[in-house]
């Protein structure tokens, strides 16, 4: 199975095949409109802005399993996203990551990366007793643990680097730019 074999919903209902994106760079992040990484979207818009053009794509997928942080359906979410930070990535319906109703395509995500750690900022100590609370084995598996965690597509469909949300978002853009 390759990330070319999934297919997922559109924020307007479409069935999209991730075919569609083949030889692109793909950075695909679960997002949450009500969370303290949500300003992260500004960061996403500049990196997309930047490399757009050179083949990258943002697929963004909001989801409401952490801490009930992205309520709304998905046209309000999306009037949030482009209203709020002027968003031009696509975005897709509002899915689960984690879990038995979790979408294939994150369910293959958790299972072909690690977790990476949240490091050891204060925000990561806050983030490992979270996710803690969670899965007292968190740091054993590969399941997303919280909102913004990112994962770093190349142009041959690989997993090349998975990023925690407390990861800096300068860190995420220098690894897309090698990988592009």
């Given at each position: ?15 999209v ?7 692109k760079v ?23 802005d ?22 709304g ?17 696509p ?20 299972e ?38 990112k ?9 090349v ?20």
């Open positions: 199975m390759s990330i070319y074999d999934f297919k997922v919903k559109a924020q307007d209902g479409r069935e095949s991730l075919s569609d994106y083949r030889g793909l950075l695909i992040v679960n997002t949450a409109t009500g969370c303290g990484f949500t300003p992260q979207y500004d960061a996403l818009q500049d990196l997309y930047a490399h757009h053009d050179a083949g990258l794509e943002i697929l963004d997928f909001p989801c409401n399993q952490f801490g009930e942080q992205a309520p359906d998905d046209e309000e979410i999306h009037s949030f996203c482009t209203g709020r930070y002027g968003i031009t990535f975005q897709f319906s509002k899915v689960d990551v984690i879990g038995e109703h979790a979408i294939p395509l994150f369910a293959w995500l958790s072909n990366s690690k977790f990476e750690g949240f490091g050891k900022s204060p925000m990561a100590l806050m983030m490992n007793g979270v996710a803690k609370k969670m899965d007292k084995d968190f740091k054993k598996n590969g399941a997303v643990k919280w909102n913004f965690t994962f770093l597509i190349d142009r041959e469909g690989n997993i680097a998975r990023f925690e949300p407390t990861a800096s978002m300068k860190s995420v853009a220098e690894q897309v730019k090698a990988v592009l």
